[in-house]
């Protein structure tokens, strides 16, 4: 979820050709949550081996990926979180909680044959398991697609790599990445252009976006520790916002009084005891050295044992995966990418 800057955000609309050769720093849970989500059977459920095993999330990953590498040459490496900071606990419990309740709403959906209103249910009420993440971790591996394990959150290393220049932008449909730091943040990066409305059970198309940060504090005036402290006014991870103070709000009190210290007392007094460690997650995160980004090949053998051997998968969307990446490898030992874009 994490802070909700859309109504300042300075964006600009791109395309996918706009990414060609370029390197994003994924936030891989974010990613595999939103497939999870979406890619689910008629009654909500999500698609399974004949063990058990949820695979949703490896086939959405599988195939936007594969098309991004194969067709735009986009050159992803995937960040996992790690352990959460402690701060986040609190909305750690929340969310649990949130999706025990869809579950039970669920049951009763389905219960009824009301599949309409089950789906809806069934989209909030799964959490991305430590075996759902190995999977994604082993798929990528096949791939040869570069991962990095964050020692606590995704978003912030995928911020901390794309401000060490290893990748252009960090890559998420949230916006903490900005609050980490991150020079670029491109949001949408989807190939269908569609979402799914919870509240309408239709959708709306989505259409790439870039935010720059320097370009964004240069609109609004403010900097990055200000942003830190817009956001904890707003509303964070690790805190609730404070009561009728949305982000305009917020805007226009740190424009006047500069800092969360120096806000008329009825505002400090309402403010998380803990907004120092805050600002310190975001403005000094924790944070890793020890990644390398490289392409190591497709193992195209393992690929279909992994995945039409144990998961179950089609042979021709495997087949599929496999051609794009060769694609890509081909590109990439042609130096092709090079004529469409850097990926600096």
């Known amino acids: 979820m994490g802070f909700n800057l859309s109504p300042l955000a300075v964006r600009r609309q791109i395309t996918l050709n706009d990414l060609r050769g370029r390197s994003l720093a994924v936030d891989a849970n974010n990613m595999l949550y939103q497939f999870l989500a979406l890619i689910r059977m008629t009654d909500g459920r999500p698609f399974t081996d ?3 095993n949820v695979t949703s999330h490896l086939l959405g990953m599988l195939m936007r990926t594969t098309r991004l590498m194969g067709d735009y040459g986009v050159r992803p490496v995937f960040v996992f979180d790690g352990k959460p900071p402690e701060l986040k606990m609190k909305t750690l419990q929340a969310r649990r909680q949130f999706r025990e309740r869809a579950r039970r709403e669920w049951e009763d959906a389905v219960s009824r044959q009301d599949y309409s209103t089950a789906w809806s249910k069934a989209v909030r009420m799964d959490s991305l398991t430590k075996a759902m993440q190995d999977d994604a971790k082993t798929m990528l591996d096949l791939l040869g697609i570069p991962r990095v394990q964050a020692p606590e959150e995704g978003e912030a290393q995928a911020a901390y790599i794309a401000r060490k220049g290893d990748a252009w932008a ?34 709306r198309p989505l259409i790439p976006e870039l935010i720059e940060l320097e370009q964004f504090l240069d609109t609004w005036g403010i900097t990055r520790e200000q942003l830190v402290d817009l956001a904890v006014l707003v509303g964070t991870d690790f805190n609730k916002g404070l009561k009728g103070v949305g982000p305009k709000t917020g805007l226009k009190l740190i424009k006047k009084y500069q800092t969360l210290d120096g806000l008329p007392k009825e505002y400090r007094d309402q403010l998380p005891p803990e907004f120092q460690e805050i600002r310190r997650i975001f403005l000094q995160p924790t944070v890793t050295d020890d990644y390398a980004i490289q392409f190591s090949g497709l193992n195209d053998h393992g690929l279909r044992q992994f995945l039409i051997a144990e998961r179950g998968f089609s042979e021709d969307r495997v087949e599929l995966a496999i051609r794009r990446m060769r694609a890509f490898y081909l590109q990439e030992k042609s130096g092709l990418t090079g004529w469409f874009g850097k990926a600096e």
């Open 50 to 52: 004949e063990h058990g």
């Open 170 to 203: 960090a890559n998420s449909r949230d916006y903490d990445s900005v609050l980490f730091g991150a020079p670029r943040l491109v949001r949408y990066v989807t190939i269908s252009g569609q979402e799914f409305l919870h509240s309408t059970g239709g959708s």
